[in-house]
């Protein structure tokens, strides 16, 4: 039942991250985009702050690494692939 719970927690903090670096970010992209990106966001944030050795610990800390992870794959995004 814990998994299920933190599954939905990192979930729903994803799609906060992304709505948040969205308007962070000024992304043209739709609510649906930035709320994926920011689930996405929470991973790459984890992995590459993780490689320095920073972490976020906590709902708070969660929040501020995914919203990291998802302001740079917007920017990645907008950088690359847009025309």
């Known amino acids: ?3 299920i719970i933190g ?3 990192n979930l729903v903090l994803g799609g906060i991250a992304g709505w948040l670096a969205g308007k ?3 992304s ?3 609510i649906i985009r930035n709320v994926i990106i920011g689930i996405v966001g929470g ?3 984890s992995v590459l702050l993780g490689i320095i050795g920073i ?3 906590g709902i708070i800390g969660g929040l501020i ?3 990291f992870g998802a302001c740079l794959l917007i920017w990645v995004v907008d950088k690359f692939f847009k025309k």
Do not use: A, F, P, Q
């Open 24 to 26: 962070i970010m000024k």
């Open 65 to 67: 690494v995914s919203v």
């Open 55 to 57: 972490g976020g610990s």
């Open 7 to 9: 599954i939905v927690l």
């Open 43 to 45: 991973i790459v944030g």
């Open 1 to 3: 039942m814990n998994t």
């Open 28 to 30: 043209e992209g739709g």
